[in-house]
């Protein structure tokens, strides 16, 4: 065992960091997106409700074409693996859409026709590079690996944020075409040296496919949901409503950031849409160390305790409106989201009762966090409409705490379970 240990720590860390190379350069679209989007929506729009829908769009999407993208590439037999022809032929194509964005923006039905069809494209893959973490890693060591693709998405946050400082006042154009050509070196890397059909996950599919050739070789999406929904334990379909309330929160908080930095706090488009840029060292500096709490005090406690952590830094944020008060709300929320967003997939990963629905499962996860990131921006816009800018962070706390309850109910449930087999 000793002789084989090494090298297969050495592939789970190759695939981990080649994995957070693929999120970054997504993510990196995503967060300008979030970021520089609203402003160019802004310039033909008033209403913030209508604003947070339209930048939900993606997310609305997202919950129809990830699922089913998920579930198509746990089905796929290639020589190449089961993800990698999909990410090959989706980057390329969302990079090059992302480019279009700010040369369509002087006409409102370009611009959002171009909006939705990147949308659906990135949202396209964007489960499918995730997959390749329980593909490869085994799953007592997956929170970490997955702390290391949330810290490559963290990163992305200081690149947007940086772009929005330094460039995209003078230079919209060239601002877009920054993330386009990291998406697509990221997957020139990725093409070249990952092939997932040596994974762990696709032999172990493989296997399952050989034992049960009478069964399909990827359960339907339908199959997959109708037996989280009908299992007594409610702990995964509970798990999937905490995903939606707290992805909710966490992207109206992240969407609305730069109106709310013009609005209420009187900012250029600029400098609000770099209001973020610390909060993205801070869930850098928290992620990996949120892992290591999971392995200790477990998962559900520790994002119970970051969600909480998240919800307060909102309130004190509204209590303490100005720049300097906002970008500490923002820095000190970010490391309680990381405890979220490190470990939930983790948790929904690590109750997949088979090798052959991870990529479904990571699927769902995006379909709870895009169901939230459409809701969210929405909702909270909403409600900025009725009671004023000023009071937005507040908004999206109540939002989170709904979250932290249902997680709450989540390791009850576990817990009960546990004692149950314990007797």
Not at 48 to 73: E, H, I, K, T, Y
Not at 81 to 87: A, I, K
Not at 336 to 357: D, E, I, T
Request: a positive charge.
């Amino acid at each position: 065992m000793s002789t084989t240990a090494p090298p297969v720590r050495h592939a789970q860390t190759r695939i981990t960091l080649l994995v957070a190379l693929a999120v970054f350069a997504q993510e990196s679209t995503w967060n300008f997106y979030d970021a520089q989007v609203p402003p160019l929506l802004r310039e033909h729009i008033t209403s913030a409700a209508l604003v947070g829908f339209l930048m939900g769009m993606d997310n609305l999407l997202g919950v129809f074409v990830q699922p089913w993208l998920g579930n198509r590439s746990d089905g796929t037999r290639t020589s190449w693996g089961r993800r990698m022809p999909y990410l090959v032929v989706g980057m390329p194509v969302a990079a090059l859409l992302f480019l279009v964005l700010p040369h369509v923006a002087a006409s409102l039905p370009l611009l959002v026709a171009v909006m939705f069809c990147y949308a659906l494209v990135a949202n396209a893959f964007k489960p499918i590079a995730e997959s390749l973490v329980p593909d490869f890693v085994a799953p007592e060591k997956r929170s970490r690996a997955n702390a290391a693709v949330k810290i490559a998405s963290s990163l992305t946050v200081i690149v947007a944020a940086l772009i929005s400082i330094l460039v995209v006042d003078e230079h919209p154009g060239i601002a877009f075409a920054i993330p386009s050509a990291l998406m697509l070196v990221s997957i020139v890397v990725l093409g070249l040296t990952v092939r997932d059909s040596r994974s762990p996950g696709y032999q172990a599919a493989l296997a399952e496919d050989a034992a049960d050739a009478a069964a399909p070789a990827r359960p339907g999406v339908r199959r997959v949901v109708l037996d989280i929904v009908r299992d007594p334990d409610r702990s995964r379909l509970l798990m999937m409503v905490a995903i939606l309330l707290f992805g909710s929160a966490w992207s109206a908080s992240r969407a609305l950031a730069t109106p709310y930095g013009m609005e209420a706090l009187g900012l250029s488009r600029g400098d609000a849409g770099g209001l973020l840029l610390p909060s993205g060292v801070a869930f850098l500096l928290a992620a990996y160390p949120t892992a290591l709490l999971a392995e200790r005090i477990g998962r559900l406690r520790t994002m119970m305790i970051g969600m909480s952590l998240f919800a307060a830094a909102m309130v004190v944020g509204t209590v303490a409106q100005t720049p300097a008060g906002t970008v500490v709300a923002f820095c000190v929320g970010a490391a309680g989201a990381a405890a979220f967003l490190v470990n939930a997939v983790v948790v929904l990963w690590n109750l997949a009762p088979s090798a052959r629905v991870m990529g479904t499962y990571a699927g769902l996860y995006a379909v709870g966090w895009a169901g939230g990131g459409f809701v969210g921006p929405a909702l909270v816009g909403g409600m900025v409409d009725l009671t004023g800018w000023t009071l937005m962070l507040l908004d999206v706390a109540v939002v989170a705490v709904l979250g932290v309850l249902a997680v709450a109910r989540v390791e009850a449930l576990q817990r009960r379970t546990d004692t149950a087999k314990a007797v």
